[in-house]
């Protein structure tokens, strides 16, 4: 039991450690902050979605906050149309609600629509794109050009999405009719965070994740052997994309607003820097990187209000040059060096296990 507990990699003990210090975070903290802290567990979400896709599948996506944003404005409409038409449709001339907003009436059936949209949005895209084998910097520049799509196109339709103004003033979270406290709501999102964070961990761990670095590692190689590469990259895909639509539901009522900029290139490569700073790949990264950067820029614009940007891109420029596998990679590889011997990533043997031992004994020992 002990020698387990000496072997486990030094992210099990900061993912301990982090969701102690999230748990016991309201009893030091002010309410202000604990609404800060709620904002920063729901980027970690979102940084979570990312990395499944682009740590174990390698498939770096300069758009995901499309996903984030679609999310987050179907639950942000469903808010302001739950008692008729809102005041920023009402000064375009819109005096009854049209077929499809009236649906979001419904505020259960909103919050499905929210996970559902997000995911046949990236269903569709990623059939398109994985089945017509478009792989690489080509893969990374229509994500990026779909987020500016996506972006404009909310920015344009001012009647039906507020604009460049967004959606204000919605309400918190309710249960029962009642709206949850600051801390209730805390908690929720952080309940909703965990439970994403073992699914996650389950992914990666289970023969799904297993092929999913497999293809990372060598497509061609597991095409060969029989697999559908694009099936699985499809797969990880829509449910990368229903994961940020979850952030952004959970985002709209604890900021009380949301606008094309949560939509678009600007935060899309925000949750990139997020990953590049902890480190992609084993979740923990994704995590810390989220944590730090998100709370630093808080930390410092409130001390440093000329300056702060300077000061944390100088922060993670230094991050990046000198911990290119991020903080959380570097210590991975500091641990292994410290026991002396190398231990196999999940990586190294990911092929191997992904096989069916029954259907190729032979090419599996190539493998």
């Known amino acids: 039991m002990l020698n387990k507990i000496r072997n486990l990699g030094i992210e099990k003990y900061i993912d301990l450690f982090l969701l102690v210090f999230l748990i016991s975070f309201p009893l030091l903290a002010s309410p202000f902050r604990v609404e800060l802290m709620s904002k ?14 682009w740590g174990s599948a390698g498939l770096m996506n300069l758009g995901h906050a499309m996903f984030f944003g679609l999310g ?76 500016s799509l996506i972006e404009l196109f909310f920015n344009n339709q001012q009647k039906y999405t507020g604009g460049a103004n967004g959606i204000s003033g919605l309400p918190p979270l309710s249960f029962g009719g009642s709206p949850l406290s600051i801390l209730e709501t805390y908690y929720l999102v952080l309940v909703a965070a965990l439970l994403v964070y073992i699914f996650c961990r389950w992914l ?57 900029n949560n939509i678009g290139v600007v935060f899309s490569t925000s949750v990139l820097v997020w990953l590049a700073v902890g480190g992609r790949g084993n979740l923990t990264g994704a995590m810390i990187g989220a944590f730090l950067i998100t709370w630093m820029e808080s930390l410092l614009s409130e001390r440093l209000a000329d300056s ?32 002396g011997h190398h231990q196999p990533s999940e990586c190294d043997d990911s092929a191997k296990q992904a096989i069916p031992p029954d259907n190729y004994n032979v090419i599996r020992e190539k493998v």
């Open 204 to 260: 990666n761990n289970c023969r799904f994740g297993l092929i999913l670095r497999s293809v990372r590692e060598n497509e061609s190689r597991l095409q060969f052997l029989g697999f559908n590469p694009a099936a699985f990259k499809l797969v990880v895909f829509m449910v990368s994309g229903m994961i940020a639509g979850l952030a952004g539901m959970l985002y709209v009522p604890v900021n009380s607003f949301i606008s094309p």
């Open 308 to 339: 702060w940007q300077l000061v944390l891109g100088a922060v993670m420029l230094i991050v990046v040059v000198f911990f290119p596998k991020g903080i959380i990679g570097t210590l991975i590889d500091w641990q292994k060096n410290k026991r």
């Open 40 to 53: 920063c567990v729901i980027y970690l979400i979102f940084a979570l979605s990312l990395d499944i896709l």
């Open 72 to 147: 987050g404005y179907v639950l942000a409409l469903s808010y302001a149309v739950k008692n008729g038409v809102p005041a920023f449709m009402a000064s375009f001339g819109v005096t009854e609600l049209p077929w499809f907003m009236q649906i979001l009436q419904n505020q259960a059936v909103a919050f499905l629509l929210g996970l559902l949209v997000p995911g046949a949005v990236a269903a569709l895209l990623g059939y398109f794109i994985f089945t017509s084998r478009v792989k690489g910097v080509f893969f990374n520049i229509i994500t990026l050009a779909l987020a």
